[in-house]
């Protein structure tokens, strides 16, 4: 096992486009790091760069120290599993999985054995003499995985490895990849689009938008504190309420104002709101920091009341979400399956202020948490 | 009455395909089908294509067995079929690899290799005649290969591999570009390039392509006709005679239709058992994907 550096790391292809761009990491051993993001991101062209599988255009690729810009795939020390799981179609799945170990002209017996560990591992034991082709989606995603194992490379790359299964079979194997990455205790890095995957998987997440990377922390804290507007709205589902808002006083207390709603900004968060005085800003709140009178309001700090319009109301099964509008935006907020609250009636709702979050409209960094 | 419109329906749309069908059919069988049963049945007989004829029972296929010209085609036809076919394999799967690579003008490429497919036999055959007799000897100082008893054979081999190397490498390409490239690309990874790239995953990903080029390919030289026409007429001396070819001339301008009638007969059975025992064991070969 091994870490990894990638400095400055650049993608510039041949038309001019930039893929990605001064991408910058340290990646330490046994961590699992996130690549994620929409698509086009260019999460997926750095993983493929750290593969070999794409030139480096610019800036330094490290692993474990050594400068691998222009190694070989195959001389990198890593496996990686793929989307579509690209496993040999005229192997067995004994042989899709000896077949780097064979490559490397190891003994006989110690692939045999890495083989019959892997299967072990992964439950494929009586799928060894199949063919891809015989198998479910979810059993060649774990042969893809096997394939990896068995070479115990320094790093594992994962390329959207669970995009392709159906939704239980997804939540299902994204225990399996966790309880693997403790098992091995390998480095992993994964690149996925889905933040419920990233948020669950994760050491620390790397959050992508259009080739820049825009924040690296563990997902507690990209989910506490996220960068700017485009992370707070990224990680979350549903995702944070975004309300623009002007920044005031009152009775020597810092406000927000949005329509003809204001609500006081705990003195906390009061001092880095001075220079926006009278400016415009983006409030954002997460749904479950939005309550609803008097659900959920115990020990949180909440805001003045501001009334809402319920548009949409979703039963979840123990909890409900109501799409709200007010005035001067709109509000999604979790309520409790017992709520009255349903499509047309108004409520009442207060922010909890201490879980507020202020962003500059012009720059979309987060002034303050 | 739903039914009923349901019926006229299928029985007018019938009626279509018949329309189309049955002018075929009847145009096959004419040309076809009838002169094959027509032939098997003068193979039995000493006609020599023209006037009065008997009938010989087997004599003929008796006659066949010990005939040294007929035995020299045979061993001729073979020799260059097998030699043109491994030949086109070979050289059309190169080409298919570095033209399914990624280079410069690749699509001018690809239609410059299939041209060969679209000039007609006899002209290739004719342009290369006028090469070995006139330009390679002014080049090399020797004598033309195609007046070569022991060599005139290499000379029509390269004319059937130019040839067919358009269309086997068209279907190579077809094939090279099924195999999806993440599969090369965990190759990599897995360590396989150059040679073991090759070996254990193109070669037996395009296995399903190699069955279809081998046999198609092969069939074809067996039949080999038009190059030796324009060529060197089966000579010198007889040495570059192929079976389509001493059929044609012996049976048509000979005088000895029967007998050859006799002779194409047992090279059909022979083209049909070389092809279903090459799609045999070309496909045991082929991995079910």
């Known amino acids: ?369 | 009455m739903a039914n009923l419109a349901k019926a006229k329906n299928g029985s007018d749309r019938n009626r279509t395909f018949m329309m189309i069908l049955i002018p075929v059919l009847v145009i096959f069988c004419a040309f076809n089908t009838v002169p094959l049963i027509t032939g098997f049945l003068y193979s039995f007989t000493d006609s020599k294509g023209y006037g009065a004829f008997n009938i010989i029972g087997l004599q003929n296929y008796m006659d066949l067995f010990s005939d040294a010209r007929v035995l020299n085609s045979y061993l001729f036809t073979f020799k260059v079929a097998v030699v043109a076919t491994l030949g086109t394999n070979i050289i059309s799967l190169i080409l298919a690899m570095g033209l399914s690579s990624k280079i410069k003008f690749k699509s001018a490429l690809r239609g410059l290799y299939f041209v060969p497919r679209i000039l007609g036999a006899l002209v290739v055959g004719y342009v290369f005649s006028y090469f070995f007799t006139y330009i390679v000897p002014a080049i090399t100082g020797t004598e033309s290969i195609l007046a070569s008893t022991e060599w005139a054979w290499v000379a029509i081999v390269i004319v059937l591999v130019w040839q067919a190397c358009a269309q086997t490498t068209i279907i190579y390409l077809t094939g090279l570009s099924s195999v999806p490239e993440d599969v090369y690309e965990a190759a990599a990874l897995d360590g396989a390039t150059g040679w073991n790239k090759f070996r254990y995953i193109t070669f037996p990903l395009i296995m399903p392509s190699v069955t279809t080029n081998m046999v198609l390919v092969m069939k074809d030289m067996l039949m080999v006709f038009d190059q030796i026409v324009s060529m060197t007429s089966g000579g010198p001396a007889q040495s570059t005679e192929s079976i389509s070819y001493l059929i044609y001339n012996n049976g048509l301008a000979g005088g000895q239709f029967g007998y050859q009638c006799a002779n194409a007969v047992i090279f059909f059975i022979l083209i049909a058992a070389v092809s279903i025992l090459q799609t045999k064991f070309l496909n045991s070969k082929e991995e079910q994907l």
């Open chain 1, 1 to 369: 096992m091994a870490g990894l550096s990638l400095e400055h790391i650049g993608k510039k292809y041949p038309n001019g486009y930039e893929g990605v761009k001064d991408f910058n990491l340290e990646i330490a051993d046994k961590e699992f790091i996130i690549f994620v993001g929409p698509s086009g991101c260019g999460k997926s062209t750095t993983l493929r760069m750290i593969a070999g599988l794409e030139d480096i255009t610019s800036g330094t690729l490290k692993i474990d120290g050594k400068v691998v810009n222009d190694v070989e795939p195959k001389d990198r020390d890593i496996a990686m599993v793929f989307q579509n799981y690209a496993l040999y179609p005229h192997m067995t799945v004994y042989d899709n999985m000896a077949f780097p170990m064979k490559l490397r002209k190891a003994p006989k017996d110690q692939i045999d054995k890495a083989v019959r560990e892997a299967a072990r591992i992964l439950d494929l034991e009586k799928l060894l003499d199949r063919k891809p082709s015989a198998l479910s989606g979810g059993q060649r995603q774990r042969v893809a995985m096997g394939r990896a194992i068995v070479r115990a490379p320094k790093v594992y790359l994962m390329d959207e490895p669970l995009s392709n299964l159906d939704a239980k079979l997804r939540v299902q194997m994204r225990a399996e990849i966790s309880k693997l990455h403790d098992r091995l205790g390998a480095t992993i890095i994964y690149v996925t689009h889905d933040q419920t995957e990233a948020m669950t998987l994760g050491t620390r997440i790397v959050v992508m938008k259009d080739g820049v990377m825009q924040q690296v922390d563990t997902p507690s804290k990209l989910y506490a504190e996220p960068c700017n507007l485009f992370v707070a709205g990224f990680i979350g589902s549903p995702q944070m309420n975004f309300i623009d808002a002007t920044v005031g006083e009152k009775g020597g207390k810092t406000t927000l104002s949005f329509g003809k709603n204001t609500i006081t900004v705990p003195e906390a968060k009061a001092a880095a709101l001075k220079p926006y005085q009278g400016k415009v800003v983006v409030a954002g709140i997460r749904p479950e920091d939005v309550v609803e009178s008097n659900e959920y309001a115990e020990g949180r700090r909440l805001s003045e009341p501001i009334d809402a319009a319920v548009t949409v109301y979703e039963l979840l099964g123990s909890e409900a979400m109501v799409y709200a509008d007010v005035d001067g935006g709109s509000v999604s907020s979790h309520v409790s399956a017992a709520n009255p609250a349903r499509s047309g009636s108004r409520i009442e709702v207060a922010f909890d202020v201490d879980k507020l979050h202020v962003f500059d409209k012009q720059t979309e960094l987060a002034i303050v948490h």
